[in-house]
């Protein structure tokens, strides 16, 4: 059972250069997220899709776009990529229920822009 | 927006001591509160979640909501090594019987238990 698998696990870019991240689950859930991670900075949420055909920005959506391609595939793309846009991504889903929430994370995608 | 707010450490606590990690959030009506762990270079975790005032124990694990306070807490009972890690706090942001659920994160706590 893989879970959450994105791709790719690294990526050198630079500025200016486009590139889109892939994810997809396996556990039939029905919310998916992407969220960048910087040091001193905690978990962000970039974009995310409670359901298949609907996405919503989060706190820092600047800069990205989102796909729900299906239930299992969430694509984050970034059009032009700068410097500031250096991060580690992670992907997650969930299945939420009656205000619980466990995130289930991929296990990250760190993208350098030169 | 929800906040949440943690010390961001480090903590540094001595093997079997008790590691209290500390956590406040902005908004009143927030009802549900998770505890996530981070390994250094690895994707978080999900250790515990609470959404009712008072304690609530796992294991070595106890949260402990106030919302009163508008705090959460998480105690780790004898702290091992392997306790070492990034804690972070977070809060459910949504509609409750929707489904329109996301997660705010704190910057998270990080915890160096010494042998």
């Known amino acids: 059972n893989a879970g959450v698998t994105q791709t790719p696990k690294f990526q050198v870019l630079k500025t200016g250069q486009s590139m889109t991240l892939q994810c997809a689950q396996d556990?039939?859930?029905?919310?998916m997220y992407w969220y960048r991670q910087d040091p001193g900075m905690g978990l962000r949420l970039i974009y995310y899709?409670?359901?298949?055909?609907?996405?919503d920005k989060g706190e820092v959506p600047n800069g990205y776009n989102v796909s729900r391609l299906n239930k299992r595939e969430f694509s984050l793309r970034l059009e032009s990529a700068a410097p500031s846009q250096t991060s580690v991504y992670f992907c997650?889903?969930?299945?939420?229920?009656?205000?619980?929430?466990?995130?289930?994370f991929g296990e990250g995608s760190r993208l350098t822009v030169l | 927006q929800k906040e949440v707010e943690q010390n961001s450490g480090p903590l540094s606590v001595p093997e079997g001591a008790i590691a209290s990690l500390n956590c406040t959030y902005s908004?009143?009506?927030?009802?549900?509160f998770f505890w996530y762990r981070q390994y250094s270079g690895k994707s978080p975790e999900l250790i515990m979640f609470?959404?009712?005032?008072g304690d609530k124990e796992d294991g070595r694990f106890t949260a402990q909501l106030n919302k009163a306070s508008q705090y959460v807490s998480l105690l780790i009972r004898d702290s091992q090594p392997s306790d070492s890690a990034t804690y972070l706090c977070?809060?459910?942001?949504?509609?409750?019987?929707?489904?329109?659920?996301?997660?705010?994160f704190g910057k998270g706590t990080l915890l160096t238990v010494n042998p």
């Open positions: 997650a889903s969930s299945e939420p229920g009656d205000g619980r929430m466990e995130l289930f």
């Open positions: 556990m039939n859930h029905n919310s």
């Open positions: 899709s409670a359901s298949e055909g609907t996405t």
């Open positions: 908004d009143r009506g927030s009802q549900s």
């Open positions: 609470i959404y009712s005032n």
């Open positions: 977070a809060v459910i942001d949504g509609v409750s019987g929707g489904s329109n659920y996301k997660l705010t």
